[in-house]
């Protein structure tokens, strides 16, 4: 599907779709496991009420409304009646700290932030301290103050609003430093869900089995722009348990996580080829899958795992292709209309396979960092390619492979390490299930190598054991100093590892 043409200010062209499917014969957008089942029909009718309520709330165009809710429906909602009224969605994770509300509250300036029903009491002072102008409140089921004058609303016509416009705003995971808040237009947005929905197939008749975050780009814009692209259906579940996804797998045909999820699957012995029978597409991204879960699953259900790549300012990059190889560990070739390139330094372009700086062009990316000039002229080079901070390089046939982070890179004894590489190693040892490779001081080498390593269920490895395997795998500067075992690794709320903690934990492991 072609992103909705635009020779001037206009509907969004996710506004767009919605109208096409929502004026055609009747069909289902969502359901959820309690019973409830909305169509396309009733899905627009709910987006007018609710961008009717935001204005009679003097939302303005532009304006940002801040949203902390739990998963659920009407989060969708609300962001639809946002692009509806011209206003700027800024969604945010429910379980953030006070604290990190109020930095998110003071840095997006919202007219109005939306929280829970039954939170207002506990954050009246800290939504006033900030300066919003408005605290509203919104349950899964319609219910609080903003559901109940949505109900009693107009439905709201939709706005005109330029394609570069700004749509949603959305901070960074932070795992270093403070969040930045990416400013994404609604041109960047529908050209991101054509795109994908091109590279997947999707159709019309794609059920999708939803148990993502819905404050992220991979449960909302990856999956949900997606499906309306294309007027396919949702089930939605209210988060991820494995038990609840293996059940509700044969009602789907497609199904989208990280990593996590693949692993927490892996460990159900019902996960087999006739559970997922109906499943044409699973999907990965938002930290690398190791290539034993990408193995493990094949052996077990006869699927290749598709995995891509992306971030907050890009959206969608590459993906693998629906039609041809998957390879594990690669994440595939660049989506329509993207470019990527490699840099060994600033103006110089690696060799081909040469690991260096990825650098993206393309109609998804951002517009840049709100309130944060000095920032947005930093992550784009001077001829106008986003820097994305990640390592990688692109083989011959145009498939990335990342090597890490640019600032996880470990320079021990003059030498740079690539995380991904001595972690892509680890993970390929019987019974290693997950790892992290990280560097900490060392009084010798500066950093050291170290990795932290999670077992399968009822294995029993050694630190020996596994540096023993990895001599006959990685030059010796690349070998671990120490490696650690822990139960699970430090991640944020979408599956990226925190190596920043796993850094702290161990900071003083070498004497360093």
Known sequence: ?????????????????????????????????????????????????????????????????????????????????????????????????APELDYLLRDAAPRLALVSAGESTGLEPLVAAAGCARLETLGPAGEGSLGARARQAAPHAARAVAASAVAAILYTSGTTGRPKGAMLSHASLAANAAALAQAWHFTDTDVLLHALPLFHVHGLFVALNTVLACGARVLMLPRFEAAEVLQRLPAATVFMGVPTYYTRLLQQPALDRDRTRAVRLFVCGSA??????????????????????????????????????????????????????????????????????????????????????ARTRAAFSADGWFRTGDLGRIDERGYVWLAGRAGDLI???????????????????????????????????????????????????AEAQLLAQLRARLSAYKLPKRIVFVAELPRNAMGKVRKDQLRARYAGLHGG
């Not at 690669?330 to 081909?352: I, Y």
């Not at 019987?430 to 080498?445: I, K, N, R």
Request: charged share 15%; with cysteine; proline share 7%.
């Open 411 to 461: 320079i021990s004894g003059g030498l740079n390490v690539y995380p991904r590489e001595v972690e892509e190693q680890l993970e390929a040892i019987t019974g290693v299930l997950e790892s992290a490779v990280f560097g900490v001081p060392h009084a010798d080498f500066g950093e050291a190598v170290t990795a932290a390593v999670v077992a399968a269920p009822a294995t029993q490895l």
């Open 1 to 97: 599907m072609a992103a909705a043409e635009q020779s001037g200010p206009t509907a969004s062209p996710l506004l767009q779709w919605l109208a096409r499917w929502a004026e055609g014969p009747p069909r289902n957008f969502l359901a959820t496991p309690a019973g409830e089942e909305m169509s396309y029909q009733a899905l627009a009718q709910s987006v007018a009420r609710y961008a009717t309520a935001l204005q009679q709330l003097h939302v303005a165009p532009g304006e940002r409304v801040l949203v902390r809710l739990e998963k659920s429906p009407q989060l969708f909602l609300i962001y639809l009646a946002c692009l509806r009224l011209g206003a700027v969605f800024v969604p945010v994770n429910p379980a953030c700290t």
């Open 288 to 373: 690398p899958l190791p290539a034993a879960t990408h193995a493990l699953f094949l052996a077990r259900t006869g699927h290749s795992i598709l995995e891509r790549y992306g971030m907050t300012e890009t959206l969608m990059s590459t993906s693998n292709p629906y039609d041809g190889p998957r390879l594990a560990g690669s994440v595939g070739t660049a989506l329509a209309g993207v470019t990527l390139r490699v840099r060994a330094s600033e103006g110089v372009a690696a060799d081909q396979g040469e690991v260096g700086m990825l650098e993206v062009r393309g109609p998804s990316l951002f517009a840049g960092y709100w309130r944060d000039e």
